[in-house]
């Protein structure tokens, strides 16, 4: 495949063909990044929770990256999805013979939701060999060339996964704070399930087994919705790396007299990466708008119980008897683990969408940036390859979206904002003339990075 340089000649551009020879001393000269090293430590961990169920991870050839059925990852995940389905219908089961609340529909919204990922995930899984395949196409022609790309997915991951495990902590040191309180003449692993799990143990007889299974359960409903958000942040930092590469190359001939083969070959590569984007976004966007979703929904959750009834230490227990409970001193927090929990779980949540919604609005943002520099063509060497260029970048919105109802720009955060605030302006004033209502906030925790509020029996 030819790709084309320039090289400057006294007054004025002379291109200069160049064959694979030379596309390889390129690479070699400086350090490429392909789209499977990137994300390949994500990707990883991952297939670590049940996701992604693809065979090839560790390749770096687009042709050995398969999905097979049979295998033993989409066995794992199939079970694991199974697994989720079960939880979920307990939740339902428990809401459907209980009192309806706010709170109590958050463990059916939260394992439904992570139901509905996996199987996302899954599909995702089914067309990632061929999305692979496609954009080593793309790098053959334009290779990668961002060399901070691989770390900052790395260190995004890491990150991510460390403060969800952090908040994970601290739900179980809240767990079994309230367990402690609630049942005393149980054994302590035995109170924590119990408390924790009511939709499970109400319905089910206590045993260690179904104990671990079902904290195991918890434990990768919990992950995979970090996952969910970590999984869009990498490969927005992908799309975005694409896209700025082809605005260097324009921010450098921004003013210059240029001939109309350069406006050509670089309308070529912005087009490429474009395409690369639309690929994306038709496997992922079903992960984005869950994603999404899932945010908005436990943000407002958390901010309305909040506002409702502050960061107490005080609550309800889960048994067959609901008791008021006051929150013994000799905890490892000092009696503080759910509020601890609490306040850490509700910063850490906004503290991520925020930076989902930003990162991933940084696609549109880049996709935007060869406008000023068209426009500022000089007269002289304006041609059909320049109004081409500018009419695709003005014509097209290139980003995210989610299954196309919503496309991730910048502008959406205040719109997600207005949402909230609107949100919870209507559920104060229904709140307040309907007493009848009963919203409670109790003192110990929801699963995971949801709230700490725990459900009524």
């Known amino acids: 495949m030819l ?6 000649n006294m007054t004025f551009w002379i291109p200069v063909k160049k064959n694979k020879v030379d596309v390889a001393k390129a690479k070699s000269q400086k350090s490429v990044t392909t789209f499977p090293e990137a994300l390949r430590v994500t990707l990883i961990v991952g297939q670590m929770f049940s996701l992604l169920p693809f065979n090839g991870v560790f390749t770096n050839v687009a042709s050995n990256v398969k999905f097979v059925i049979t295998s033993w990852k989409c066995v794992y995940s199939s079970l694991s999805i199974i697994g989720q389905m079960f939880m979920a219908v307990l939740c339902i089961n428990k809401l ?6 706010l709170n109590s529909t958050s463990p059916v919204i939260f394992y439904v939701t992570t139901c509905v990922t996996m199987i996302m995930f899954f599909q995702v899984a089914r067309r990632w060999p061929q999305l692979v395949q496609q954009i080593a196409k793309a790098e053959d022609m334009d290779p ?3 060399c901070s790309l691989t770390r900052k997915c790395n260190v995004t991951c890491a990150v991510v996964l460390l ?5 994970h902590i601290l739900s179980l040191l809240s767990a079994f704070a309230g367990a402690k309180t609630c049942y005393t003449d149980m054994d302590s692993y035995e109170g924590f399930v119990l408390h924790f799990y009511p939709w499970v143990f109400n319905y089910l007889p206590y045993s260690v087994v179904l104990g671990v299974i079902t904290q195991f359960l918890h434990f990768q409903s919990t992950f995979i919705w970090n996952f ?15 896209l700025e590469q082809v605005n260097k190359k324009l921010l450098a001939a921004q003013g210059k007299y240029l001939p109309e ?4 070959v670089t309308r070529e590569d912005y087009c490429r990466a474009t395409q690369i984007v639309r690929k994306v976004d038709g496997v992922i966007s079903g992960v984005v708008f869950i994603s999404f979703a899932n945010n908005l929904f436990f943000i407002c959750l958390q901010l309305f119980n909040t506002l409702e009834n502050g960061l107490k230490g005080t609550g309800e227990c889960t048994g067959n008897e609901t008791k008021t409970i006051v929150v013994s001193k000799s905890g490892p927090l000092g009696g503080h683990e759910a509020a601890t929990y609490f306040l850490f779980s509700l910063v850490y949540l906004l503290s991520r969408s925020v930076a989902v919604s930003l990162i991933a609005s940084q696609v549109n943002s880049a996709s935007a940036v060869p406008a000023p520099v068209l426009y500022d063509v000089p007269s002289p060497v304006y041609c059909v390859e320049v109004q081409r260029f500018l009419d695709q970048v003005n014509g097209d919105k290139v980003a995210l979206s989610g299954l196309q109802f919503f496309s991730v720009t910048r502008g959406l955060l205040l719109t997600v904002a207005g949402t909230i605030v ?7 004033q229904f709140n307040s003339s309907t007493p009848t209502l009963n919203i409670t906030s109790t003192a110990t925790v929801l699963p995971t990075t949801m709230t700490t509020t725990t459900l009524a029996s």
């Open 422 to 428: 609107t949100y919870e302006l209507v559920m104060f």
């Open 228 to 242: 969910s958000d970590l999984f869009v942040i990498c490969m927005s930092y992908y799309l975005t790396s694409r």
């Open 144 to 146: 990668n060339f961002d």
């Open 96 to 101: 459907a013979n209980s009192h309806v609340s």
């Open 261 to 264: 083969i350069f406006w050509r």
């Open 163 to 167: 403060l969800a495990l952090l908040e």
């Open 3 to 8: 790709q084309t340089r320039f090289r400057k």
